[in-house]
């Protein structure tokens, strides 16, 4: 595609419940990054695939959030059993692995617990 | 913060005015960026600004750097209702990984 899509786009889900968001990077963006973004602050780093390499996971919250990557490619991030201070905003980017490049950006899936 | 700061949090200006917004970051550097975003969704890419450059424009966009200082400072120059959006800048150090600031809100009136 010609951006980086998200989905869905919210979810509304009840505590306790897991939950999947998917992210379809830009073709050819080796290195992808997952973000949550709470109502009114800024982004917190979550985890970061590149390539082939193991993913930096020091920024998932709790083992209750987890995410692969396959094929290089679709990123799907798990959160299980869900609270509802998971709530929040969360972005998926991806880029070139390179330090000189912009990151693109999904538009985010909207994920409220109740 | 124990990474940055963005300063202000929130500025509120009439159209045509000039809107600065101010980052401060607190480890070394390869480059900072500039990021919008609109109505809390996705980021769009504004400006990137390497450690080794000290300004940098496009458009109606400049930013400075003063790694000395370790800050940065965006300004926006005659600006448009179009321009209301929330402003962040981002870091990268020795990580691939940016660092994002908590932002700015801007709001042009007409």
């Known amino acids: ?114 | 913060s124990q990474q940055g700061e963005e300063d202000p949090q929130a500025l509120s200006i009439q159209e045509g005015e000039n809107a600065t917004m101010n980052c401060s970051y607190k480890t070394s550097i390869n480059n900072l960026q500039w990021y919008r975003q609109n109505s809390g969704r996705g980021l769009v890419h504004l400006i990137l600004i390497r450690s080794n450059e000290r300004e940098k424009h496009s458009g109606r966009l400049r930013v400075t750097l003063d790694t000395s200082k370790k800050s940065s400072s965006l300004l926006i120059t005659a600006s448009r209702a179009a321009d209301t959006a929330s402003y962040f800048c981002a870091w990268r150090g020795g990580s691939y990984i940016p660092t994002f600031g908590r932002g700015t809100s801007l709001i042009v009136h007409p």
């Open chain 1, 1 to 114: 595609g010609a951006g980086v899509s998200q989905s869905p786009s919210n979810k509304v889900t009840e505590k306790g419940k897991d939950v999947e968001l998917r992210c379809d990077p830009i073709s050819g963006h080796t290195a992808l990054y997952w973000y949550r973004q709470s109502l009114g602050q800024g982004l917190e780093f979550l985890i970061y695939f590149q390539g082939n390499s193991a993913p930096d996971k020091s920024g998932l919250p709790s083992d209750r959030f987890s995410a692969e990557r396959t094929g290089g490619s679709v990123s799907t991030l798990t959160i299980q059993r869900t609270q509802q201070e998971d709530s929040a905003v969360y972005l998926c980017a991806s880029s070139l692995v390179s330090m000189n490049t912009e990151a693109f950006f999904g538009q985010g899936t909207r994920l409220t617990v109740v």
